[in-house]
């Protein structure tokens, strides 16, 4: 399928909005599934490393 200008592109044949639209959620729901593991990760071993601490000074 080719377009005559950039704005027909967008328009997608009328369709711009619903296509555009799952592009943006796509894009959402990946960048969740990046940052959310990393964060709590960080989490995780920031409570890791307070545990052993809390567990070298009481001993």
């Known amino acids: 399928m080719s377009f005559e200008s950039f704005s027909e592109f967008i328009a ?3 369709h ?3 296509v555009w639209l799952s592009y ?3 894009l959402i729901v990946i960048v969740i599934n990046i940052v959310n593991p990393a964060r709590q990760k960080k989490k995780i071993v ?3 490393v307070r545990r052993l601490r809390r567990e070298n000074k009481s001993s």
């Open 12 to 14: 997608m044949g009328g």
């Open 16 to 18: 711009g909005f619903y």
């Open 24 to 26: 943006a959620i796509a």
């Open 46 to 48: 920031s409570d890791l």
